[in-house]
Every structure is written in structure tokens, then in C-alpha cells.
């Protein structure tokens, strides 16, 4: 799968993106998703999956505050994220993902270049 995220930026803490991520040549609605993200010096953190039956899971992080979305007839992905937070800062990417957890195990393939979310207090 071919993928490019958008939709990051700065925003202030308490504040609200939606990042996109467009998928080529596959149809993400029969694929495993995913949302992961990586701030500067650390290590890479897994935000949301979306299976193919359209179960979710969350990042105990972000639970409550983000949610995963598809529209299959646009065959993108979203991450709508409100209350944000600094800590919240980091680059953002959209995966396939596989194995049982992909959050915690960090699962991932495929992701695109990402988008930098920056959230300042």
C-alpha cells in the first residue's frame, strides 16, 4: 500500500487537527490500519488501529481524545484528534498493520513520509 499523510500543523494545547492519509493501489477497508507516531528522541508510539471489520483500538495516550476513521469511498484513513496536548507533539504516520497487537508489538508496514503535529502550551 502506498500512502501520504496530511493535515498536521501547529496548534495550542486544547486545540484540534484532523490528519489524512490517502492509500493507492489497495483498498484500506480490507487491511489492518493504523496511526503511529514518533517524537524527536524517542521512540515510535502506537495511536489507533482500525481493522477490516472496522473494530478500533487506542494508546491508552490518546484514548478518549483521538478517534480512527475510513471513508472506503475515498480510501483514506483519519485521525481526528482534539484536546491536544505538547506531549502530543511529533511526527505523525499511517501504516498497514498485522499481528495480534500492533500497538504495543509496533506491527507496522508500509508508512508513509508523515506529517509533523506541533502543539504548544
Known amino acids: 500500500v502506498q500512502l501520504q499523510e496530511s493535515g498536521g500543523g501547529s496548534v495550542q494545547s486544547g486545540g484540534a487537527l484532523r490528519l489524512s492519509c490517502a492509500a493507492s493501489r489497495y483498498r484500506i477497508s480490507t487491511y489492518c490500519m493504523s496511526w503511529f507516531r514518533q517524537a524527536p528522541g524517542k521512540e515510535r508510539e502506537g495511536i489507533a488501529v482500525?481493522?477490516?471489520?472496522?473494530?478500533?483500538t487506542y494508546g491508552d495516550s490518546v484514548k478518549g481524545r483521538f478517534t480512527i476513521s475510513r471513508d472506503n469511498a475515498k480510501n483514506t484513513l483519519y485521525l481526528q484528534m482534539k484536546s491536544l496536548k505538547p506531549k502530543d507533539t511529533a511526527m505523525y504516520y499511517c501504516?498497514?498493520?498485522?499481528?495480534?497487537?500492533?500497538?504495543?508489538?509496533?506491527?507496522?508496514?508500509?508508512w508513509g513520509p508523515g506529517t509533523q503535529v506541533t502543539v504548544s502550551s
Open positions: 501504516a498497514e498493520c498485522f499481528g495480534k497487537d500492533p500497538l504495543t508489538e509496533h506491527t507496522w508496514r508500509d
Open positions: 482500525i481493522n477490516s471489520d472496522g473494530g478500533t
